[in-house]
């Protein structure tokens, strides 16, 4: 029998388990590391600060308090942020997500002098900031794309000139990347890069964030604009036509339904391709580990590892800040 061909199929010989027997053995021979480097903690930021019992990463913060509360995450080693913002009123059109004295806006000139070194990143939506919590403008009961495009557009400058360090629209109108860096560049940020939310299902796991977000809406869903998850080859052209209109990353969201998508993205594109482990997947191990059916830390672990195992380079998650304390 020939020596190679015994390695494959030839037990006695052949062993796996050999490198598993261990810590020292299966550390060396691990595949896949988690780098704090690699993940984006998300904030909310609204009015008042309200902390969340049951799903402590999902806790709002007024702007005072966000800056103890970023100081903590610096402390810990998390390396980049990713904010949200609860508005004090709604309005049709969302101004709240362009206002110069926006919730964001506000939270960004509060952090940018405190903590150079972070990353700051912006989510760049309508839904929070809408009374009708659509991520768009409606016009005769529908999601007006063409007429949000601007409105995105001037959310996207007004941050990067708060202070952000990048962009992240999630909105999922068609347009919306060139529409962003078109209004980027003439503003004099042609050095600002777009984290394109570029693959984003419509998602029942987002359930959590609509309700520390107060944007689920009012009316119908969302399903005329965010992805149907039946589909990969509309999820690879969405990647594709971000890419074409500017995007510097792409982004995957939810993370585990769509391992698959994110390794598709991975093998089909020379740019990084980031994940968003979303507040349902969170809050599911959040909620199973209260009643002491699995270990948040393990469960939290493999889910991250199994994220980067797909092909994520980055990922957004709400255990960013508990990974910082658990390496
Ligand atoms: C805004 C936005 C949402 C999420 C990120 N940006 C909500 C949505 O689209 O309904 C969800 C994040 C999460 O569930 O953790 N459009």
Redesign the pocket.
């Known amino acids: 029998m020939r020596v190679d061909a015994q390695q494959t199929t030839g037990f006695p010989a052949v062993r796996l388990r050999r490198l598993r027997r261990t810590g020292a053995l299966r550390d060396l021979v691990r595949e896949t590391r988690l780098d704090l480097s690699d993940f984006v903690y998300?904030l909310f930021v609204g009015p008042d600060t309200r902390p969340n019992p049951d799903l402590s990463a999902l806790g709002r913060f007024a702007v005072d308090d966000l800056v103890g509360e970023v100081e903590e995450c610096v402390r810990l080693g998390v390396s980049a942020v990713i904010l949200?913002g609860i508005p004090e009123e709604k309005d049709d059109e969302g101004s709240g997500a362009y206002a110069d004295d926006g919730i964001v806006q506000r939270a960004l000139r509060a952090l940018r002098p405190r903590f150079p070194e972070l990353l700051l990143l912006t989510?760049v939506?309508l839904?929070?900031y809408t009374s009708h919590g659509h991520?768009g403008v409606v016009a005769n009961g529908e999601i007006d794309n063409d007429a949000t495009l601007p409105l995105l557009a001037r959310a996207a400058v007004s941050h990067v000139e708060a202070g952000a360090d990048a962009v992240c629209p999630?909105?999922m109108m068609d347009g919306r990347i060139g529409a962003v860096r078109a209004a980027l560049d003439g503003a004099g940020f042609d050095g600002t890069p777009i984290v394109a939310?570029s693959a984003?299902y419509a998602s029942a796991?987002?359930g959590?964030?609509?309700e520390a977000?107060e944007?689920a809406p009012a009316f119908g869903d969302?399903r005329s604009y965010?992805l149907d998850p039946a589909n990969v080859r509309e999820a690879v052209r969405e990647v594709e036509l971000d890419l074409a209109e500017g995007a510097d990353v792409v982004m995957i969201k939810p993370a585990l339904p769509n391992l698959d998508v994110i390794r598709a993205a991975r093998d089909r594109f020379q740019v990084p391709v980031a994940a968003?482990n979303?507040?349902?997947e969170y809050a599911m191990v959040k909620a199973a580990a209260a009643r002491g059916w699995l270990d948040e830390r393990q469960a939290a672990i493999e889910s991250l590892v199994a994220i980067k195992r797909a092909g994520a380079d980055i990922v957004i998650s709400y255990w960013a800040k508990g990974l910082a304390s658990w390496l």
Do not use: T
């Open positions: 998300p949200f989510d939506c839904c929070e991520c999630s909105d939310y984003k796991f987002y959590p964030f609509r977000a944007s969302r965010q968003y979303v507040s349902g």
